[in-house]
Each structure stands twice: as structure tokens, then as C-alpha cells.
């Protein structure tokens, strides 16, 4: 079924957050005018979770629906070395007070209403169709348009099942919903640009660099450093050495002598008895 690991994925995480409310599954569930034991039974069967109890859920859990979508897709920020200060805005963006929906209206029941219309401007954006994705996720071909339109409950898989069908990754649909980007909000850093710009700057500096390590015969920066100077180091030596060798069999330029001390070692010195014959 498609969407369901995605599904589960943030089943998961909503169970972790109860408990770290210090809250039961149980309890929790009665405050949201479900049985006892209907919000444990869910959260194990995502296939059957919805949106609206999700919603639900983070309203008692008194956890902005951005900040959970952000845990949910923390994702590793590119490489330090592009943009050096990419760390401090981030500890500034982390530090600072949540920039996201200051007044509280992106939170409760009408997020659901919210959340599906994004989806179906995305099914238009990528020039498919509410029935063809309909059909795709094994629906009668006019099921989800009943279900964006509110007649049918939203479950979460159907969320994640149409994205992934759309070939959308669910982190930029939840940035894109709650005015994020990264899983940070989307504000004014220092220096006067958006958080989004710094962030696509630095994603397409990483892009740049994989195509560049992608191509035929590339050499990472480092190893090819290290080949220069062996290289370099090796040419040297090698001159050291023909300028030994060449020094011995050098002729005097004209007009110049030689010292005795300098040409002992060329000269032939007089035959003594000493050396053997007679």
C-alpha cells in the first residue's frame, strides 16, 4: 500500500510524544471522545489513522503542528564547508522564539480542511489528476475528490500515498504547508536574506559538487592534492639528482680555473710505488 511506511513513520512519532507528555495512550484518547484503547489500537494500524485525530492528538499534547512536522523530517543540513555559517544561523534559528504561525491559527480541526488543499493544488502543480491519482492509490476514480472535498475522512496514508505517487517529498510538502524551510522557519537570517535562500544556496552547491564527482575521471580534491605534491616532491628529487650527477662531469667555462681543492677529485695524481707496481 502506498504511503503506509510514511504512515507508520509518523505513528510512531505521535506514540513517542504522548509518553513524553508524561500521558497514556488511554487517557489520551478519551480527551479526543474516543474509546480507551481506540487511539493504542490506531496508532499500530496507521492504515486506519486520521488526519483529524492526529490534529487531535497534538492539540492535548499542546505541540504545534509545525514543530512536529519538523521532528518528523529533521533532515542533515549540507555540507559546512559551502556556507561556513550555516551553523550559527541555524543555532540562531533553534535558539530564538518559534517564528512560525505567531498568532496560533495553523493548529486544530481546520488544519485538515488546510492540509487537503494543499493537496489538491499539488495534483494540479504536477499535471496529473485527481481520478488518475485516485485510481493509482486503488480508489473508484472520483474517491478522492470526495475525500479532499471533506465528504470522506482523511486518513494519513492517503496523504503520503498521493504525494508518493506524485513523486513529492513529504518533508517539502509539510515545509511548504507551515511556511518552513528544512524544518526551520522560513525568516529573515542575518545578513537580510530569507532562511529558504541560504538553504537552497547551500543544497545547490551540493548538487553542484555530486554532478562534478559524478563525471567520467574525477579526482576527489584531497587525493589529488596529495598525487600533486608526490608528484612535485618526486621532480625535485629527481633534479637534486641530475644536478649531482652532471656536476661531475661539468667543464670549466672558458675563461675560468679551477681551484686545486676543487679539481682533486679529477685530477690523476702521480703513481707512487706504494700503489702495487713495481
Same mark, same amino acid.
Request: negative net charge; hydrophobic residues 40%; without cysteine.
Given at each position: 500500500?502506498?504511503?503506509?511506511?510514511?504512515?507508520?513513520? +509518523?505513528?510512531?512519532?505521535?506514540?513517542?510524544?504522548?509518553?513524553?507528555?508524561? +500521558?497514556?495512550?488511554?487517557?489520551?484518547?478519551?480527551?479526543?471522545?474516543?474509546?480507551?484503547?481506540?487511539?493504542?489500537?490506531?496508532?499500530?494500524?496507521?492504515?486506519?489513522?486520521?488526519?483529524?485525530?492526529?490534529?487531535?492528538?497534538?492539540?492535548?499534547?499542546?505541540?504545534?503542528?509545525?514543530?512536529?512536522?519538523?521532528?518528523?523530517?529533521?533532515?542533515?543540513?549540507?555540507?559546512?564547508?559551502?556556507?561556513?555559517?550555516?551553523?550559527?544561523?541555524?543555532?540562531?534559528?533553534?535558539?530564538?522564539?518559534?517564528?512560525?504561525?505567531?498568532?496560533?491559527?495553523?493548529?486544530?480541526?481546520?488544519?485538515?480542511?488546510? +492540509?487537503?488543499?494543499?493537496?489538491?493544488?499539488?495534483?494540479?502543480?504536477?499535471?496529473?489528476?485527481?481520478?488518475?491519482?485516485?485510481?493509482?492509490?486503488?480508489?473508484?476514480?472520483?474517491?478522492?475528490?470526495?475525500?479532499?472535498?471533506?465528504?470522506?475522512?482523511?486518513?494519513?496514508?492517503?496523504?503520503?500515498?498521493?504525494?508518493?505517487?506524485?513523486?513529492?517529498?513529504?518533508?517539502?510538502?509539510?515545509?511548504?504547508?507551515?511556511?518552513?524551510?528544512?524544518?526551520?522557519?522560513?525568516?529573515?537570517?542575518?545578513?537580510?536574506?530569507?532562511?529558504?535562500?541560504?538553504?537552497?544556496?547551500?543544497?545547490?552547491?551540493?548538487?553542484?559538487?555530486?554532478?562534478?564527482?559524478?563525471?567520467?575521471?574525477?579526482?576527489?580534491?584531497?587525493?589529488?592534492?596529495?598525487?600533486?605534491?608526490?608528484?612535485? +616532491?618526486?621532480?625535485?628529487?629527481?633534479?637534486?639528482?641530475?644536478?649531482?650527477?652532471?656536476?661531475?662531469?661539468?667543464?670549466?667555462?672558458?675563461?675560468?680555473?679551477?681551484?686545486?681543492?676543487?679539481?682533486?677529485?679529477?685530477?690523476?695524481?702521480?703513481?707512487?710505488?706504494?700503489?702495487?707496481?713495481?
Amino acid at each position: 500500500m502506498k504511503g503506509i511506511e510514511q504512515a507508520q513513520r +509518523l505513528a510512531r512519532l505521535l506514540r513517542v510524544r504522548v509518553k513524553a507528555a508524561g +500521558l497514556e495512550l488511554g487517557a489520551t484518547s478519551l480527551r479526543l471522545g474516543l474509546s480507551r484503547g481506540y487511539l493504542g489500537r490506531i496508532l499500530h494500524q496507521p492504515a486506519k489513522l486520521k488526519v483529524k485525530h492526529v490534529y487531535a492528538a497534538l492539540e492535548v499534547l499542546d505541540l504545534h503542528p509545525a514543530a512536529f512536522f519538523a521532528d518528523l523530517y529533521r533532515r542533515p543540513l549540507p555540507r559546512m564547508d559551502l556556507l561556513p555559517e550555516l551553523p550559527i544561523l541555524v543555532a540562531r534559528l533553534l535558539a530564538g522564539p518559534p517564528a512560525v504561525d505567531p498568532r496560533g491559527e495553523q493548529r486544530g480541526p481546520g488544519e485538515v480542511a488546510r +492540509l487537503a488543499q494543499l493537496l489538491s493544488l499539488k495534483v494540479l502543480a504536477t499535471g496529473t489528476t485527481q481520478r488518475a491519482v485516485s485510481q493509482a492509490l486503488g480508489f473508484l476514480p472520483d474517491h478522492l475528490s470526495q475525500i479532499l472535498r471533506g465528504e470522506v475522512d482523511l486518513k494519513v496514508w492517503h496523504v503520503y500515498g498521493a504525494l508518493e505517487e506524485m513523486g513529492l517529498d513529504p518533508a517539502d510538502f509539510f515545509d511548504e504547508l507551515y511556511g518552513m524551510a528544512g524544518g526551520l522557519a522560513d525568516v529573515t537570517v542575518p545578513g537580510g536574506r530569507r532562511w529558504s535562500e541560504v538553504l537552497r544556496s547551500a543544497r545547490e552547491g551540493k548538487a553542484a559538487i555530486e554532478r562534478r564527482r559524478a563525471e567520467p575521471g574525477f579526482t576527489d580534491r584531497q587525493a589529488l592534492l596529495a598525487a600533486l605534491a608526490e608528484r612535485l +616532491l618526486a621532480e625535485a628529487e629527481a633534479a637534486g639528482s641530475s644536478d649531482e650527477a652532471g656536476g661531475e662531469d661539468e667543464e670549466p667555462a672558458a675563461g675560468e680555473t679551477t681551484s686545486p681543492a676543487a679539481d682533486s677529485e679529477g685530477a690523476t695524481a702521480p703513481k707512487s710505488q706504494d700503489d702495487g707496481e713495481p
